[in-house]
């Protein structure tokens, strides 16, 4: 138990929303603004088991968005869309306001948000410490068991994604990238791991 403990340890998640609550800002001069939630405490199958983000006061640290926060497209740090005003936890969710920049890069995703062709949204982010909950057990809170609650955790970076896997919040979880996506069964990595080194 303490490896995997360990492994979770080194992991970075993505959790990506779906269901439109992305939403323009009005006014004048808040043309590019928009509000939205790109988290919630939706249980989330990962390579450990079940995952729920806990967004109970102190959980949740938002220092990173509020100082140096970007809106990127699908996580690729390459492709910055703009920049997180301000970051803050509502109705165990996390919700940002977000500016998008006017650059070409930036002005095709805008318009697609604009239009609600493109509504989910997805977090990146780090956990710093996990609560166990074993079968048959609930949490102080009511999570039951079997799963593994994040209850100190920081947001890396909010994205605009083209293919959410979790409906309960967005602009309105992207399918995560492979290594995060939901594992195998164990004999088919103990299969592929045979098969690799057959290979060399």
């Not at 979770?8 to 509000?35: L, T, V, W, Y």
Request: aromatic share 8%.
């Amino acid at each position: 138990m303490p490896e995997r403990q360990n492994q979770k340890n080194k992991d970075f998640g993505e959790r990506s929303f779906g269901r439109a609550s992305i939403r323009a800002i009005e006014g004048e001069g808040n043309e590019r603004k928009f509000e939205l939630s790109f988290s919630s405490e939706e249980p989330y199958q990962r390579w450990f088991g079940t995952e729920i983000l806990s967004h109970a006061e102190g959980a949740v640290d938002l220092t990173r968005l509020n100082e140096i926060g970007v809106l990127l497209f699908n996580h690729d740090t390459d492709r910055v869309l703009g920049r997180v005003d301000r970051a803050w936890i509502d109705d165990k969710r996390g919700k940002a306001e977000v500016t998008f920049d006017d650059d070409e890069t930036a002005e095709l995703i805008y318009q697609k948000v604009k239009a609600h062709t493109l509504k989910g949204v997805s977090v990146r982010y780090f956990v710093d410490s996990w609560e166990e909950v074993v079968a048959g057990k609930t949490s102080s809170d009511g999570f039951v068991g079997p799963c593994d609650i994040a209850r100190k955790w920081t947001p890396l970076e909010i994205s605009i994604v083209s293919v959410p896997a979790d409906a309960t919040v967005g602009v309105g979880r992207s399918h995560e990238e492979v290594e995060h996506q939901k594992p195998k069964s164990l004999g088919a990595f103990e299969a592929q791991v045979r098969a690799n080194q057959n290979y060399l």
